[in-house]
């Protein structure tokens, strides 16, 4: 698979509301892709720089518990990361905002913002995005992966098991085209131990 052309500066603006007149772009790297949950007219493979996909953030509500915490995606600072830009019209845009505050934002462990995403290797757009906070408690930042394997086995909450979370990421990257060699070797762990 070719690499996507992605400028050097992930151009990050802080405030969505300001940004919705006309249709909004959603970024997906997570469970977004495979459900995002709220109505879009177009999808794109899409690839943002700046950022890059990571288990880093331990899950207290849709994937754990405080007890018993699992590990869900966010985007770290460096890299780049490929997934999957949603177009929503424009007369759909706040309420999928709202939505999207509601379930990413539980226990506001993203911060929200609009980063340049290109769709090709020539189209760029801003998408709305949500990023890991480094200084929130919930941030895991790099762990090992036997303590990775250790957190996703474990965690079960309100969204389900984790274990289904990361395979279902994993199946879609690969429909993409895109191989993330952290989560094929989780999965594999995962796969082992069942």
């Not at 509301?17 to 959603?26: M, R």
């Not at 429909?175 to 762990?189: C, M, Q, T």
Request: charged letters at 20%.
């Amino acid at each position: 698979m070719g690499e996507v052309a992605v400028p050097a500066s992930p151009d990050v603006t802080p405030d969505a509301v300001e940004e919705t007149s006309g249709d909004l772009w959603v970024f997906g790297y997570g469970s977004l892709m495979w459900r995002p949950g709220f109505p879009f007219v177009e999808q794109r493979k899409a690839a943002i720089r700046g950022f890059h996909r990571s288990l880093c953030i331990y899950s207290h509500v849709h994937r754990g518990t405080h007890s018993r915490p699992g590990l869900v995606l966010g985007l770290d600072r460096g890299g780049s990361c490929l997934g999957i830009a949603f177009r929503v019209a424009q007369a759909d845009a706040a309420e999928t905002i709202a939505y999207l505050r509601e379930r990413e934002q539980a226990t506001s462990v993203y911060i929200e913002r609009y980063v340049q995403t290109m769709l090709g290797a020539r189209e760029a757009v801003r998408s709305l995005v949500y990023v890991a906070d480094r200084n929130h408690p919930q941030y895991a930042g790099r762990l090992e992966e036997a303590e990775v394997l250790r957190l996703v086995r474990q965690g079960v909450g309100q969204s389900g098991a984790n274990p289904d979370y990361v395979r279902n990421t994993h199946a879609h990257l690969k429909e993409l085209g895109v191989h993330d060699p952290v989560l094929a070797r989780l999965v594999a762990g995962l796969d082992a131990a069942t």
